[in-house]
C-alpha cells in the first residue's frame, strides 16, 4: 500500500510525489530535516523538534516555508492520511529550487517535504539485545548542532560499522567521542555517574537527550556534562545512545570490548522505561 506524502502544499501517493532537479537540497544539501517519532498514531515531544527546526533554519539564514503552527498542522494532516501506530515522521525543508549558483538565490521558495516510516518504536531487537558500537574519526563540518541533510559523512561511517559486523559507530575527534552516527552517545561510570558529552558546534542537540538526562536527574543519577575518551568507554559499566527513532537504546560492546558484563545495563534499561512513560505522556 502506498503512503501519502506531503510536498510543498499537496498531499499525493509518493509515488505521484516530486522535487525539482534545480532544487538546493539535491544540489547543495542546502537544507535541514527533523524526525519525529510516532506512538499511538500521535507525535513524541513535537514541540521541541519545531524549535530546533526554527533554530537550524535561523543558523542557516533559511526561510521557513510557513510558520511552525501551519508546520504542526500539516504533519497532523498526514498522520490522519497514513495509518501508522508506531514509527517516525520525517519532515525536510530546503532553500528550495533555483538555478545552481553557489551564492543563495534572492528569491526562491522553501520547500517543504514530509512523510511517515512504520516501523517499531518500543519493542526493538535492538533495545533487548543491545547495539555493537565501533570507533571512526568523525569526518563531518563543523556545525553538527544544526541538523541538515549533509549526512553522507553519517552515513559512510554507518556503513563502515555494519562492514565491521557492528551495528554503529561512535565518532571519535581529537581524542574524544562526539556522537553516534545518528544519536547521541552516554557512558555511565562503574560509580555510576552519567557521562555525556557538552552541547556545543561538535554534537546536535538532542531532543531525547535532553529528556533523558532531565529523567535521570529526577532520578537521582549524578550527571558530568563533559567530552569524554574511547578508553573510558571501554571501562564504563554500561553505554547507552539517545535520539528520536531509538528512544535509549544500551550498547553492550565498544570496538569489540565488552561493555560491563556485555548485556544492556540497568541503569539504560531504568531510563528506556522512564523515556517511554514520558514519550507517551507528551504525544500529541
Ligand atoms: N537523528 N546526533 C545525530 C548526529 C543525529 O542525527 C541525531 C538524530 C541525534 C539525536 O537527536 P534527537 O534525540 O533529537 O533525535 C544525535 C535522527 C533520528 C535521524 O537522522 O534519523
Request: glycine share 8%.
Amino acid at each position: 500500500m502506498s503512503r501519502i506524502v506531503y510536498v510543498n502544499g499537496e498531499f499525493l501517493p509518493e509515488e505521484a510525489a516530486t522535487i525539482s532537479i534545480f532544487d538546493r537540497g539535491f544540489l547543495f544539501a542546502d537544507g535541514v530535516y527533523e524526525v519525529s517519532t510516532i506512538l499511538g498514531g500521535k507525535l513524541v515531544d513535537n514541540g521541541a523538534h519545531l524549535a530546533r527546526l526554527g533554530r537550524s533554519l535561523k543558523e542557516l539564514d533559511m526561510a521557513a516555508p510557513c510558520s511552525m503552527e501551519e508546520i504542526a498542522e500539516i504533519q497532523h494532516e498526514l498522520l490522519k492520511r497514513n495509518d501508522v501506530e508506531e514509527g517516525g515522521l520525517y519532515l525536510q525543508v530546503t532553500r528550495g529550487a533555483a538555478d545552481r549558483d553557489f551564492a543563495f538565490p534572492k528569491d526562491a521558495k522553501p520547500s517543504l517535504v514530509m512523510f511517515t516510516q512504520s516501523r517499531p518504536v518500543i519493542k526493538t531487537a535492538a533495545a533487548e539485545k543491545g547495539l555493537a558500537v565501533i570507533s571512526l574519526p568523525d569526518i563531518r563540518w563543523q556545525r553538527r548542532d544544526i541538523k541538515t541533510v549533509g549526512l553522507l559523512p553519517a552515513s559512510l561511517a554507518k556503513m563502515a560499522a555494519i562492514k565491521a559486523g557492528a551495528n554503529d559507530a561512535w565518532m571519535v575527534e581529537d581524542g574524544f567521542i562526539t556522537e553516534g552516527t545518528s544519536n547521541n552517545a552516554h557512558i555511565v561510570t562503574k560509580d555510576g555517574k552519567l557521562i555525556t558529552r557538552d552541547l556545543s558546534n561538535k554534537i546536535l542537540h538532542g531532543i531525547t537527550r535532553k529528556a533523558v538526562l532531565a529523567l535521570a536527574e529526577e532520578t537521582g543519577i549524578e550527571i558530568e556534562e563533559r567530552r569524554f575518551t574511547p578508553e573510558e568507554v571501554k571501562v564504563a559499566s554500561e553505554a547507552f545512545v539517545t535520539s528520536a527513532s531509538t528512544f535509549v537504546t544500551p550498547v553492550i560492546s565498544f570496538d569489540g570490548v565488552a561493555i560491563g558484563d556485555g548485556k544492556p545495563g540497568l541503569v539504560a534499561k531504568r531510563l528506556r522505561e522512564l523515556y517511554i512513560d514520558f514519550a507517551l505522556k507528551s504525544c500529541q
